[in-house]
């Protein structure tokens, strides 16, 4: 159950791989919970801090063409070489940080700006993860391999897809 899935017989067998090898250092419940939480916000702290950096002229000439959306379509370039299937699952939530930078810039939390609420987040999840990995008893996976921040939010969809009956 705590597998993602199993590997298909043909496709790209490299992300069933990475989920596994990924879920091995998250096996206990609350672990499991802190990052079902602490995964996505920091994935928007990181969208939101590179959303907040200015931008050549350049890209000012291009309607939302900036750091965090060249980021995320590289991204999604990544998980698409992994998987099709998951790749569109990470271009919605793409989109759906996108759409909380725009709403929480709108409207900012406390009158911080957006980098300032975000790296505030981003301490507090990343504070909660390393709490879950000292309670699981292991090191998170990305000391091994850094492409396993990559893997994280990967493997939370994985999870959705499972739920869904939608292949990996």
């Known amino acids: 159950m705590d597998k993602p899935d199993v590997a298909p017989k043909s496709g790209n067998r ?3 791989s990475l989920l596994n090898e990924y879920g091995e250092s998250h096996q206990n419940g609350t672990n499991k919970f802190i990052h079902w939480i602490a995964v996505p916000v920091i994935a928007w702290t990181v969208v939101a801090l ?11 000439r291009v309607p939302y063409l900036n750091w965090a959306t060249l980021a995320l379509l590289l991204t999604i370039i990544y ?3 992994l998987s099709w299937t998951l790749a569109i699952g990470m271009v919605l939530f793409a989109l759906l940080c996108i759409w909380a ?11 911080l700006p957006l980098w300032q609420f975000a790296v505030g987040a981003f ?3 990343w504070v909660f993860q390393f709490i ?3 309670i699981e ?4 996976s990305f000391f091994k391999d850094v492409q396993f921040l990559l893997i994280g939010p990967a493997w ?3 999870f959705i897809y499972r739920k869904l009956s939608i292949p990996v």
């Not at 590179?50 to 000012?60: K, N």
């Not at 930078?101 to 009158?111: D, K, Q, R």
């Not at 008893?137 to 998170?140: D, E, R, T």
């Open 156 to 158: 939370l969809m994985s």
């Open 50 to 60: 590179l959303w907040a950096i200015p931008v050549p002229d350049a890209f000012a």
């Open 79 to 81: 998980y698409a070489v």
């Open 137 to 140: 008893g292991k090191k998170p």
């Open 123 to 125: 301490v507090v999840a």
């Open 132 to 134: 879950g990995h000292k």
């Open 14 to 16: 490299r992300i069933f």
């Open 101 to 111: 930078v725009l709403a929480y810039s709108s409207a900012p939390l406390l009158g």
